[in-house]
């Protein structure tokens, strides 16, 4: 079956600009997880969805920073007004149930902000 | 800041040798996860360790686990050039948030 998806693989954007970001789940995962990946670092959480339910929003950086799921599938996060220390890999992945179940990563979307 | 701590940073080993990563953690957990990313894109999970459990195998690769010390190692057996990415280990906070470490990279040599 298809996995994960995420679109565009790549965003080029000038600072100031909003962008929008995409994310397919694998069909029949409920949970939904949004991470950002700079240059040579590990993963920092962003935002989880169980369902089209975000219970856990902490981890989004300001409120320029917001999620959304539709149907239970498809997640859209969108950054409003992008700064340069934006730039980083966005990764999506997604789980059958529960948070802590084995996660399925998409190939992630650089985005780079100038 | 990230709860999951791995050591080495960096590893470079030569073809057919074993690699040692090891993950330290601060809260009770569920269940520790490692997970392999190539070229700084997609991550590959490789192997879920339960809290109950001390240790598993899935091939090549061999996790412990010690929820005394809050820690946990991956060890790879005769690495191949293939292997070589960043590895990181992964647990949940207590809530919904997964904590990643920051990865060690590993370079085999061929």
């Known amino acids: 079956g298809a996995g994960v998806s995420q679109s565009p693989s790549n965003k080029v954007t000038e600072k100031g600009k909003d962008v929008e970001l995409r994310c397919d789940p694998i069909?029949?995962?409920?949970?939904l997880y949004w991470y950002r990946q700079s240059l040579g670092q590990g993963l920092e959480f962003l935002i989880y969805?169980?369902?089209?339910?975000?219970?856990?929003k902490s981890g989004l950086p300001s409120d320029r920073f917001s999620a959304e799921r539709t149907g239970g599938s498809v997640s859209t996060l969108t950054i409003q007004r992008t700064q340069q220390e934006d730039s980083a890999v966005y990764l999506c992945?997604?789980?059958?149930?529960?948070?802590?179940?084995?996660?399925?990563f998409g190939p992630g979307t650089r985005l780079t902000v100038l | 800041s990230q709860q999951g701590e791995e050591d080495p940073q960096a590893l470079s080993i030569q073809e057919g040798e074993n690699a040692t990563m090891n993950c330290s953690y601060k809260?009770?957990?569920?269940?520790l996860q490692w997970y392999r990313q190539n070229s700084g894109r997609g991550l590959v999970h490789l192997i879920l360790?339960?809290?109950?459990?001390r240790e598993k195998h899935s091939g090549r690769l061999r996790v412990t686990l010690d929820t005394s010390k809050k820690s946990s190692s991956l060890l790879i057996t005769a690495s191949r050039a293939a292997d070589t990415a960043s590895y990181f280990c992964?647990?949940?906070?207590?809530?919904?948030?997964?904590?990643f470490g920051a990865g060690t990279r590993l370079f085999v040599k061929a």
């Open positions: 992964a647990t949940l906070d207590g809530g919904f948030k997964t904590i």
């Open positions: 809260t009770s957990i569920n269940n």
């Open positions: 992945a997604s789980s059958y149930g529960l948070a802590a179940d084995t996660q399925y």
């Open positions: 069909s029949g995962h409920t949970a």
């Open positions: 360790i339960r809290s109950n459990e």
């Open positions: 969805f169980q369902g089209n339910s975000a219970p856990d």
